[in-house]
């Protein structure tokens, strides 16, 4: 099954600055969505208010998606550190 990406506008805008300043940072990023799109499973459910989202650990930071079964779509919500990301 082949999902498509879809990117929030507060993705692009936190990924933008972090990417810029770290190009390590933005090779594991790309590692990291390469097996999200040949796993979408692989990411850690996540519970209570933000059920139904799925997070994955780079480094410092995680990323937060949604998967969309019936639109064959992964939604990229969230890209910061770990103290921030579930706020």
Do not use: W
């Not at 507060?10 to 790309?30: A, C």
């Not at 990229?76 to 103290?83: E, Y």
């Amino acid at each position: 099954m082949t999902y498509q990406v879809v990117l929030s506008p507060d993705f692009e805008k936190e990924t933008k600055i972090f990417f810029k300043k770290d190009p390590v940072l933005y090779g594991r990023f790309k590692k990291t969505v390469n097996s999200i799109l040949e796993n979408p499973e692989c990411g850690k459910p996540l519970r209570n208010v933000l059920k139904g989202l799925r997070r994955v650990h780079i480094g410092h930071f995680v990323l937060i998606y949604e998967i969309d079964n019936t639109n064959e779509t992964i939604t990229f919500l969230k890209f910061s550190p770990h103290d921030k990301a579930y706020k």
